[in-house]
């Protein structure tokens, strides 16, 4: 196996490196320490548990119809609330201020920032990231923002690193699915087809799997005739969408004759609003009345099982952890990993091993642009020790870096360069670690790591970050690119007085940050 | 000399100087110009992602089909309150067709020729899929085959191909990264705004390091960071201030235009701010997302509609005195399901329609309208595409320009678009 430096280890499969971790990568070497990470124990987290416990978001708010003025600091409070208790927020009779109402999505944002930065769990929290981007919800909805703190807890991060079909049926029977994509309404009679297209399209077979253009009809699809369609057509998502009528949100909605759901922001199946008559979904026959959930679950198992999903996902999970446009061999053994464990408890945790143990994991050098939240994290991890988050910060991403759980496409944040890398995104790149840098939005100080001795001159300084920031040795076509920024020579030593010392070291973090190489991974 | 010899671009120069903004023979000579070939032509496309459910825009209002297919308030009304807005149109005289009652200022362009309708558009391909159907229309392509084949996207084609100069960026989005149609077109900006400068954070300074920083970087990223710097400053350096380095001045609209604090409002202010820059703009991108109606469609696509017609209008009033070289064309990557399903909302369907805005118009309604009775739908289901979306873009940009724009599509352009 060829050896992979830690730096790329921990740029790829954790939020970039913190000071002295590298060394921890290097001792244990790769195949102890992922095993390790693919095996994460979520109680033994200390350092993210305390950064969850200490975190204050604060609220603002004027006094209105049923509440009072509020303005204070509030810890994090929704993280571990059964839906019952959130679910109240979306309900518009009762008194609660907007804010209180959009309150729960800026508690899971400031959470996975957080967890991004502090959590020893990093291909965990990594993992998380990439399933909340294929199973996109638009948590600014607010019934799905009031939701996001089960989806993101039960739904995301309980299968992160589990089995896919076991994920595909937590996912269509959450509350914030359920909304975002409309299943909720669905019933017999003409379904909704949002669920159902977006399943097929985005979170299973992919759309290199959709042959609509090519057929009209379901059995013209080579291999239908023998129950092994090569792709799906219009017909499979019609069917499906009817499979999946009557599941829906124990939202209070009413039944007809005076009787309503309750209303828990629970899973609901109604019967009533299934149509129970015979299907046909990717060439496979579904009796009548087949009994409550038995259809859906049928298209559940069909998608997750199908050659296209393996192929459809080992190429995202190749693509995030690897590069743009990852190598076919690799993409192909990957999905053949996939396929071999869909029965395994821990198929994606199998499949991402195949992957970082992979000849190409080690070949590809680093080309993957950083996402502003890989970036804010990355800065945060290597050079600013006591990173809290705020609703400073959380604003900055929303306003126009990466709106978290903000994304109205059900795509997900792009996963490729340019979609990072035009003008007002750039702009926004060198904003968000100057102001990181400087403390802009009182998320800590940053700070060389412990133990390192002051630098003496500006040369110093540069070097020192650059060492940080890059988990590497310094660039000296950096050094001479940043220090005029701080108008010092480079032997020239720091200010002698410590606030301006500060300051002349804050910018040179923040240039340094800027450097292509602290921007790819 | 020819009217080919003056450009928009001296031609509003010299207009500017006299002091003439809205000369009804400037605007004549200009729009000689960009009917040359359509090459001096500026476009402006408007995007609406998500699929608009355009029965329910342009509507046959009394066609027993689509009333048939949907509850009174999935559709469009010839009579009772909240009406659709009648227009006159001979493409269909049998047919009753009303805009949608919040579409107000689209019907008084209408009536004043300065807006053209296209029904039944879209494209060739089955797809049903948003970021297919997307991906073909900003390629520029027809079928799904031809998209590996296809790195680039028709507007950065466009804007490749020869015309006249300027200082650039000749491509603009007004989004934070550009769309897949200018891809290909390392020098297009993405910008968001421009009320508060495009100056890289932490002054000259700051700018100077990174220029440095991205200077000799081989990586794409390096490229992109190159690219940024060069476009920000052209357009900064223009923006006007009254002292350097100091805010940028407000933005003043003409023609009495009012621009709302919209998605579609905030795009086209700043597609205007930078045509009036005058650095050669050729093609300018903004999206309008929200058009993804599958549950609740009557509150949402009313509001939709109505912050889309008044962004169009209040740009329509601003930039007159560019409209004999300017066209604004409205698209969407397919149009919705006829019949509405049951979450009072419309799922994903074929044709579409393109409106073409601008001085320069001839009005109307262009192509062919193939009905909506069982048998004349696509696959059924979905009103079917008689005009492909490359026909209408060939037709803005002339015919020698859409055959190194589509160089695989052998239609032609939509006649009648320019009288």
């Not at chain 1, 743009?324 to 061999?329: G, Q, Y």
């Not at chain 2, 928009?8 to 009804?24: I, N």
């Not at chain 2, 490749?160 to 960026?169: H, N, Y």
């Not at chain 2, 380095?245 to 795009?267: C, Q, S």
């Amino acid at each position: 196996m060829m050896t992979v430096p830690s730096t790329t280890v921990l740029n790829r499969l954790a939020f970039g490196p913190r000071p002295g971790e590298g060394a921890e990568v290097e001792r244990l070497g790769l195949e102890r320490w992922l095993a390790r990470q693919l095996a994460p124990d979520p109680h033994d987290d200390p350092h993210a548990a305390a950064a969850l416990s200490a975190c204050r978001l604060r609220i603002t708010y004027d006094a209105g119809e049923g509440w009072a003025k509020t303005d204070e600091d509030r810890p994090l409070a929704s993280l571990d609330k059964p839906p019952e208790a959130l679910w109240p927020l979306n309900d518009g009779k009762l008194p609660f201020a907007g804010p209180e109402r959009q309150w729960p999505r800026n508690e899971v944002a400031a959470a996975t920032l957080l967890r991004a930065v502090h959590s020893q769990w990093q291909v965990r929290e990594v993992m998380a990231d990439f399933w909340h981007n294929h199973f996109n919800v638009y948590g600014v909805e607010r019934a799905v923002g009031v939701l996001l703190p089960l989806y993101d807890r039960d739904v995301i991060r309980a299968h992160a690193l589990g089995n896919f079909r076991a994920f595909l049926e937590a996912v269509a029977c959450s509350g914030a699915m359920l909304v975002y994509l409309n299943n909720r309404t669905s019933r017999a009679g003409i379904a909704n087809e949002n669920y159902a297209r977006e399943l097929f399209e985005l979170h299973t077979l992919g759309r290199d799997a959709y042959l609509n253009a090519l057929y009209n009809r379901w059995r013209d699809v080579p291999g239908a005739a023998a129950g092994k369609p090569a792709g799906y057509i219009d017909q499979d998502v019609y069917e499906a969408a009817r499979a999946f009528t009557g599941w829906t949100l124990a939202d209070g909605a009413g039944l007809g004759g005076g009787v309503s759901l309750p209303a828990t922001g629970r899973f609901a199946y109604v019967e009533n609003w299934h149509d129970n008559y015979q299907k046909r979904v990717l060439g496979q026959e579904f009796d009548p009345f087949q009994g409550p959930l038995a259809d859906g679950r049928r298209v559940l198992d069909l998608v997750a099982d199908h050659p296209a999903t393996a192929r459809h996902l080992a190429f995202k999970l190749c693509r995030r952890l690897v590069a743009d446009d990852p190598p076919k061999r690799l993409v192909d053994a990957a999905a053949r990993t996939w396929a071999e464990n869909r029965r395994a408890p821990d198929q994606i945790a199998r499949v991402v091993r195949a992957i970082v143990l992979s000849p190409e994991f080690a070949a590809a050098p680093p080309s993957k642009v950083r996402r502003p939240l890989e970036l804010v994290a990355g800065f945060a991890r290597a050079a600013v020790p006591d990173f809290t988050v705020t609703m400073g910060l959380i604003r900055e991403l929303d306003g126009g870096g990466q709106r978290l759980f903000g994304q109205p496409a059900p795509t997900g944040y792009p996963d490729t360069a340019d979609a990072w890398t035009g003008a007002a995104a750039m702009r926004r790149r060198w904003a968000l670690v100057m102001g990181l840098a400087e403390n802009r939005w009182g998320t800590g100080a940053a700070a060389l790591p412990a133990g390192t001795p002051p630098p003496a001159t500006a040369q110093a300084a540069a070097e020192a970050w650059q060492r940080t920031l890059f988990a590497g040795p310094p660039d000296p076509a950096v050094t001479a690119a940043v220090l005029p920024g701080v108008g010092l020579a480079p032997g020239v030593p720091l200010p002698a007085d410590p606030h301006k010392a500060g300051e002349v070291l804050h910018r040179l973090a923040a240039y340094v940050a800027m450097a292509p190489r602290f921007n790819l991974r | 000399m020819t009217h080919a010899a003056f450009s928009r671009r001296t031609l509003m120069r010299g207009g500017l100087a006299a002091g003439l903004l809205t000369v009804p023979g400037v605007r004549h000579v200009a729009y000689a110009a960009g009917g040359a070939g359509g090459q001096d032509r500026t476009l402006v496309v408007v995007f609406l992602r998500g699929g608009a459910d355009t029965l329910n825009l342009v509507a046959p209002a009394d066609d027993p089909d689509y009333v048939a297919a949907r509850a009174p308030d999935m559709r469009v009304s010839t009579g009772g309150a909240g009406a659709g807005l009648p227009i006159a149109q001979r493409l269909a005289p049998a047919v009753d067709f009303r805009l949608h009652p919040e579409a107000a200022p689209l019907a008084d362009l209408y009536t004043a020729r300065h807006l053209t309708i296209i029904p039944a558009t879209g494209i060739p391909d089955g797809t049903r899929s948003h970021f297919v159907a997307q991906d073909l229309m900003e390629r520029g392509v027809a079928a799904e085959a031809d998209l590996s084949r296809t790195p680039t996207g028709w507007a950065a084609r466009w804007t490749a191909a020869p015309g006249p100069g300027g200082a650039g960026p000749l491509a603009v989005a007004a989004a934070s990264s550009t769309p897949a149609a200018l891809a290909g077109d390392g020098a297009a900006l993405a910008v968001n705004g421009l009320q508060y400068g495009l100056a890289p954070p932490g002054g000259p300074r700051t700018a100077a390091v990174l220029q440095a920083l991205h200077a000799n970087d081989p990586t794409p990223y390096g490229r992109a960071g190159r690219a940024a710097l060069d476009g920000l400053a052209r357009v900064d350096a223009r923006l006007p201030r009254a002292q350097p380095g100091g805010p940028v001045e407000p933005y003043a609209a003409e023609g009495g235009a009012v621009y709302e604090d919209t998605e579609a409002g905030r795009g086209l202010l700043t597609v205007a701010r930078l045509l009036k820059m005058d650095m050669g703009v050729r093609l300018a991108w903004v999206d309008v997302g929200g058009w993804d109606t599958h549950e609740n469609q009557p509150p949402r696509f009313a509001a939709a509609v109505r912050q889309l017609s008044r962004a169009l209008a209040a740009f329509h009033a601003d930039t007159s005195r560019f409209h004999g070289s300017l066209a604004v064309v409205v698209m969407t990557e397919f149009g919705r399901r006829l019949r509405s399903n049951r979450s009072q909302g419309t799922d994903h369907g074929h044709a579409g329609t393109m409106l073409v805005l601008g001085g320069g118009v001839d009005g109307g309604m262009l192509g062919r309208w193939p009905g909506l009775a069982t048998a004349q739908l696509d696959r059924g289901v979905d009103l079917a595409v008689t005009t492909d979306y490359r026909a209408v873009l060939s037709a803005v940009m002339g015919p020698a320009a859409a055959r190194s724009v589509f160089p695989g599509y052998g239609g032609g352009p939509l006649p009648g678009l320019w009288g």
